[in-house]
């Protein structure tokens, strides 16, 4: 398994992780607030299991290799390796914490690429504990949430002599910016939304600071101020930086590149008011400043702060966008002698294309299905208008914001669907319909545009109808949604748009969910997981296709649901277009499931490699596929959306 694990920069919030913990002292100090986002910069490996060790080997940033080094998979001897200290004792310090908590054998890592600096306050050491916590939680699908490994890593990397803040390990959610909330031994994540590019540039100030110098002066401020320094400091660390960060996760999700600009020089500001008289031999920083006042950066940027524990280490500038960008870094280089990283914070791929597999021969039908696709089977909307179910199934991914769909149907039932969407009633037949429904026939030419057919003349399971899909997907995400399912909101939005919005959150691949008595659950697919929001985004852990009871009541639980509830898939969901390798690889190694090719194992994958949330949709969806559930959809969706 091949992994990469970012750096990590604060772009607000600096020293407000620790700060924040003192709350268990204190209660009236304000929690702590941070921003963070992944580099473009990281740790690559290579990972495999061992019988009986842990192995690793390096390459740093400069090409220096390292090791490889090993440790047998005792906790006795991995506390020992952990607390010498050097490179090799974070993976140590790691696998000893893993070690009190799950029983796995060994692992050889092979970090064969590294192209993050180290001592640069970009948490090179947080990515390395990351990456060993993930490559135990992959290889041995130990089922750890994001949040899991990153508490793994802090742990791991605390166990060592190193005494890092507990939001370096933020790394592990890659480069989506989160929040992160310090609330004594608390931790809250919030993922934040971006909606436009951000182009920053990372500068090594080429200088030194004494980060433990920095971080006893300031700690001696905590967890009661006994004069105005010290009293600054904790206002800064505690409302003033609230109000900035709570600004600034706003200025992200609107994309205002100015107003963070503006926020970076007055967080500066602020610090070197509050924090500077706290530690002024390290915080005066004249090198940080001559690059934050340096006159021809102006034109090109928006702001500018230091970052890690500050001082003359690191800093961050804004750029106003890519060409600013390479131009700040050309000046920086020649005039300062100052070495640069960039930066580009991106928002999620948008969403543009559904994929509607729609080619089943409708067994549980028959013989109806001989006159009539189950797909086209009538149905009657809010409207009280009568239209073939494939349609109200199209119009929610219209309604959602779909730009273009994919029907899979088979070869000879093409004109069947074409005659719905791309073919006008004759003339005759056009002219007794009402106004209204001239209308509407016209509204079905439009949405027929958008429509493309493809063939799927042998079915072999809801895997092998996805993958016919790959070429027309290309490399990007899609909405999938099921042919024989009707969907109907309990909102205003479109149960689709529940699960883009969703997936423009976290920028990963997002499952819809419904809760299921414990009876239902052998009918459906499911899953498991952590709350990130509650009641709302899980962090999945496992899928189950069709689980007993048995087994889901033993392994399926989710905290916060009754006893006799569940999670199943609602038959929706925005993949990543990874997902087509993994079906791929089943289809040409014929691996199958009850004889098909299934989505559900690759999805476990996926969660596996990527990382997969589950979205519980708020509305109800309708299954077509049997005699009576057809009969019950036919009243049930009828009602559901004149209640909406």
Partial sequence: MNLFVPGRICLFGEHSDWAGGY??????????????????????????????????RATLNDGTSMGPWEAPMERSALLDQAQTGGFFSYAAGVAYQLMTHYRVRGLEIDNYRT????????????????????????IYDLKMTIRGEMELAYNGEITTPSRCGRLDQGCAYGNR????????????????????ELCYIIVDLKASKDTREILARLNHC?????????RNVQKYLGPINSTIVDKAAEALKTGSAEQLGKLMNQAQAEFDRNLQPACPSQLTAPVLHKLLSHAPLEPYIYGGKGVGSQGDGTAQLLAKNAESQEKAIEIIERDLGMSCLELVVRPAMGVRKA???????????????????????????????????????????VAAGIEEVCILVQSQDRELFEEIFCMPPKVENFNKLPKESQKYSEYLMEIGHRITFLAQDVQEG???????????VGDEPFLLMLGDHLYASDTDVPCSRQLLDAYELVGQSVVGLKETPLAEVRHFGCAAGTWTVPDSLLSVTEFAEKPGTEYATEHLRVEGLPDDTFLTVFGQYVLSPKIFGYLEENIKGNIRERGEFQLTSCLDRL????????????????????????????????????QS
């Fill in 355 to 397: 994929v509607i597999p729609a080619a089943g021969f409708g067994t549980r039908l028959f013989p109806a299905t001989k006159a009539v696709k189950k797909e086209l089977f009538p149905v009657v909307d809010a409207a009280g208008r009568a239209k073939p179910a494939i349609l109200t199934i199209v119009e929610e991914a």
């Fill in 462 to 472: 809801f895997g092998h109808a996805v993958f016919c899909a790959r070429a027309w």
């Fill in 177 to 196: 910016p989160i929040e992160l909330v310090f609330d004594g031994d608390r931790l809250d994540v919030r993922e934040l939304a971006v909606s436009a």
């Fill in 222 to 230: 905590y967890p009661f101020a006994e004069n105005d320094t010290q």
């Fill in 23 to 56: 709350r268990r002292i204190n209660a009236e100090i304000e929690k702590g607030h941070a921003i963070i986002v992944g580099t473009n910069q990281g740790v690559y490996a290579e990972v495999k299991p061992h019988p009986t060790k842990l192995i690793f």
């Fill in 115 to 138: 192209d993050l600096p180290i001592k640069k306050g970009l948490s090179s050491s947080a990515a390395v504990c990351v990456l060993v916590a993930r490559a135990f939680n992959r």
């Fill in 607 to 642: 969660r596996k490699e990527e990382g997969v949330y589950g979205y519980l949709v708020k509305g109800r969806r309708f299954d077509i596929g049997n005699p009576d559930a057809y009969l019950n959809a036919l009243v049930e969706f009828r009602k559901a959306g004149t």
